[in-house]
Structures are given as structure tokens and as C-alpha cells.
């Protein structure tokens, strides 16, 4: 998945207004404009597409965790300057203060099974002999539990309803 991808998904499973993503930039001390994200937005085939680095991306995160569970005491975590699916997990998980249980939990919902030890691996340091890659399908999976978990039933259930339905004639 692309930076681009992950931010995108984001936005939708929570919802995000332009102003809520410039402020999430703010906590992490990053100053960002309404039409840098606009175009971090766009699929690529736009020609006002832009990349999300992965500094920029790492700062969106880290103002996710401060805003979901409040600023730590001291300076601010500097974003990573190469990010990996397993670090991305990692900071998802730690912005919704998640508990494996929880995280299993959303798993199933976008009908992925994972067990306990599988999921404490892609949390690990890279060089544990235990440690796991974080592939695309299981960040994927992931998102798309948090967008089932998070996004208004009301919503999802009005986009799966089809464009138009049959009634019976009352005979």
C-alpha cells in the first residue's frame, strides 16, 4: 500500500474534514496546506497527484495518537523517515489503544482470522528472531475492520443498498 492509499483510508473510516486533517498535521508540528492534502487525496492518474513522503505520512500518525489519547509530557516524537507497514500498524494500534483481543476482533470483521502470536510478531523489533512483515493484505484487512468498526452503520448499510429495488404489486 501507498502512503497515499493508507492516509486516503484513513480519512474515510474516520470521517476526516480537511480542517480535522490539517489540525492532526498541527499536533505534530507540521505545517501542511488544504491543497497539499487535496492532492495527497487524488488517485494517481490525476495530474495534480501529489506523493505523501513517508516523514509526512509518520507526522499525520503521530498527531492521530496525540489527538486520540493527549500529549506526552516532553518534546514531540519525530516522525520516522522510513516507514513500514509494521510501523504504521504499530501506530494505529497505539492511537486507538487497542488490545490484541481488539485488534483480533476488527480482523474478523473484514473476515481475516489472526492469531495472538501472528499479531504480537508484527509488533516486534525488526531484528527479534520472532518478528514478522507486515504485508499489504493484512494493513488492508485491517483498515477495512476499523472502516466497518468505525464509519456509521447508516452509511455503509445506504452504499451496499443497490441503485434501485423491486417492490411487489399489493394484489
Known sequence: ???NDILRRLRYTFDFSDSKMIALFAIAEVEVTREQISNWLKKEEDPDYTNCSDVQLASFLNGLITDKR???DGPQPKPETNLN???VFRKLRIALNLQADDIMAIMALADLTISKHELSAFFRKPDHKHFRKCKDQILRNFIKGLQLKYRSTEETEE???PAFEWKKKDS
Open 70 to 72: 493527549g500529549k506526552k
Open 159 to 161: 452504499e451496499e443498498k
Open 1 to 3: 500500500m501507498t502512503n
Open 85 to 87: 507497514n509494521n510501523i
